[in-house]
């Protein structure tokens, strides 16, 4: 038994919430949210080589996942595995990026089931940016 971090009830160091506060993992000394997140030690110009983030904060906010490599539920870097990416190049559902494969994207070149792009599309219905502007 330990005291909760937040009303200092004594609960099981394996409860999920306080039964008292309802303090989620009240048995830990700082909790900083729910899911998974792993940052390499390795940077480079300031960033983790690899973030991979799929956690969300207290206040139910995502954790973007930002680094040379990323991947998450959000990602921002060079090269983003995401549901929702940033990215030079990026496999994701939804992108921005300069190579994309991606369901919606918009790219300088890509690969993608709905998409804008510069230079080079590939995919369902995608249409190049030269193209779309010329028919405004």
Excluded at 30 to 44: L, R
Excluded at 64 to 84: E, K, Y
Excluded at 102 to 114: K, V
Aim: net charge positive; hydrophobic share 45%.
């Amino acid at each position: 038994m330990q005291p909760c971090r937040e009303c200092q009830h004594l609960i099981s160091e394996q409860a999920r919430a306080c039964p008292h506060c309802g303090a989620p993992r009240p048995a830990l000394s700082t909790w900083d949210g729910w899911g998974y997140e792993y940052k390499s030690g390795i940077t480079v110009l300031g960033l983790p080589l690899i973030h991979v983030s799929f956690k969300y904060r207290p206040n139910r906010r995502p954790v973007v996942a930002r680094g040379v490599i990323a991947i998450g539920q959000f990602a921002c870097g060079l090269v983003t595995i995401s549901q929702f990416g940033l990215g030079v190049i990026s496999i994701s559902q939804f992108t921005i990026a300069g190579l994309a494969v991606a369901q919606f994207a918009a790219a300088y070149s890509l690969i993608a089931q709905l998409g804008l792009y510069i230079h080079e599309g590939h995919g369902q219905f995608v249409i190049k940016l030269a193209d779309l502007l010329h028919k405004l």
